[in-house]
């Protein structure tokens, strides 16, 4: 059998058509999505950028777990599109930015966590004063003006059958680009500096896994983190009357809750590329807070309050 040339003839309309396709598709080859942040959040961006990419083929994407710490000067430099922060960025930083690029950044929230307080399963303590923690962490005590607490002794609940190496209060924390290094020292510690005697890790499974190992060893970390090898403390906060009370991550009187967020550079009068405007908007969306949730964090309330992709694309984009 011979073998016949098939041809097809197509009507300007649809050679138009599939032009448009083609160059639609290079031009998205050559886009790409640059974000840099949070590595608290970096699984849930993980799990976004995964469903983002089976929609636009070609495209580019770059994703580093720099800390939140390091946004602020890659977006006021321009290094990145997208900055994601496990807390807001602080007026220093906003200034930072404002005075490089003579605007402020935008964001949105996308996320919720809790930072818990832990300690080693044989130490008696069940909660701690938020004051306390100020005392414990930081040689300054600035939240409260009283004395540091370097002794388990010196804290209540604590009896002759803790037995600590020593009963010293050893403390451990993340390192100075992380968020939380931030967050935690903004709230806990009133601003003030950290002892130089923590013990600094790059991530939070590191330090879990060391006051696992540490009888006299205290230390925050994100509530997803926690497991059978160490102990949540419940805070102890001030309540009307100079009374306290006692609460743990789900009381909405926690004062380790915090949000997380999405940064990005926006000049007045501008709009953002159409890849950025679909990852923020995508950040809103019931699917992506599933992901979220499905990561330990907790989902926003707020994404609900759009009530249609349209309302979505102007609130953020434009």
């Known amino acids: 059998m011979k073998a016949r040339l098939v041809t097809l003839s197509l009507d300007r309309k649809t050679i138009a058509l599939l032009m448009l396709c083609f160059f639609s598709h290079s031009s998205l ?39 939140s710490a390091t946004v602020p000067t890659a977006l006021a430099e321009g290094t990145v599109d997208i900055g994601a922060m496990s807390r807001p960025m602080t007026s220093d930083e906003i200034s930072l930015f404002a005075n490089r690029r003579g605007f402020m950044p935008r964001a949105i929230a996308i996320a919720r966590d809790s930072l818990a307080i832990i300690v080693h399963p044989s130490n008696p303590i069940r909660d701690i004063a938020l004051n306390d923690l100020d005392r414990i962490f930081s040689r300054q005590v600035l939240c409260s003006g009283s004395s540091p607490l370097v002794n388990w002794r010196e804290i209540g609940q604590v009896d002759g059958n803790f037995e600590s190496p020593g009963s010293p209060i050893d403390t451990f ?113 019931a699917m992506a807070q599933q992901m979220v949730v499905a990561e330990g964090l907790t989902a926003i309330t707020g994404s609900a309050d759009y009530q249609s992709r349209a309302q979505r694309h102007h609130v953020i984009c434009e």
């Not at 970096?42 to 770059?62: D, M, N, S």
Request: glycine share 8%.
């Open 173 to 285: 924390g993340r390192t100075a680009t992380s968020g939380s290094y931030g967050y935690f020292k903004q709230v806990a510690l009133c601003g003030g500096d950290y002892d130089p005697s923590m013990m600094e890790f790059e991530g939070f499974a590191s330090l879990v896994d060391a006051i696992a190992n540490s009888e006299s060893g205290i230390g925050y970390t994100g509530f997803r983190w926690v497991d059978q090898r160490v102990k949540p403390l419940a805070l102890r906060i001030p309540a009307a009357e100079g009374a306290t009370l006692t609460v743990d991550h789900m009381h909405p009187r926690y004062p380790l809750n915090r949000s997380m967020y999405l940064y990005w550079v926006q000049a007045p009068n501008t709009q953002l590329s159409s890849i950025q405007c679909e990852f923020l908007v995508f950040s809103q969306t």
């Open 29 to 67: 080859a050559q886009q790409s999505l640059r974000i840099t942040g949070s590595d608290t959040l970096a699984p849930v961006l993980t799990a976004w950028l995964e469903v983002f990419k089976t929609r636009h083929i070609g495209l580019r994407i770059e994703l580093q777990s720099t800390g």
